[in-house]
């Protein structure tokens, strides 16, 4: 069964930035990935997704601060966040479908 390491975490100023990388342990080329976070205290909320095409979605709540894309050669989803607030604090998880996720990275926008 294929699995999901998410990494790239950190703890930045608010107006920094960071990328988030989430590698499958095979390829996931036929696979639409997703990012969640849960925020301290918070329900898991949904992010972004990238469908197999390229196609992108994201929770208009994020207003373009976050970016989502795909290397099928290296079987990684990147999410690259920019404009960092100190309410984007929180667990990041990539996951596809329902049931497969991966086990979550913390970021933390403190100054």
């Known amino acids: 069964q294929v699995q999901l390491v998410e990494s790239g975490g950190g703890s930045v100023p608010p107006g920094g930035s960071l990328r988030l990388s989430c590698t499958a342990s095979?390829?996931?080329?036929?696979?639409?990935i997703n990012w969640y976070r849960r925020p301290p205290g918070d329900i898991r909320r949904w992010l972004s997704s990238i469908l197999t095409n390229g196609a992108t979605e994201y929770n208009p709540s994020l207003k373009g601060r976050f970016t989502i894309s795909r290397d099928n050669a290296k079987n990684t989803v990147y999410l690259q966040m920019n404009s960092l607030e100190p309410e984007d604090t929180a667990v990041y998880y990539c996951s596809s479908g329902s049931e497969l996720w991966g086990r979550g990275t913390q970021v933390t926008v403190s100054s």
């Open positions: 095979e390829s996931i080329s036929s696979y639409a």
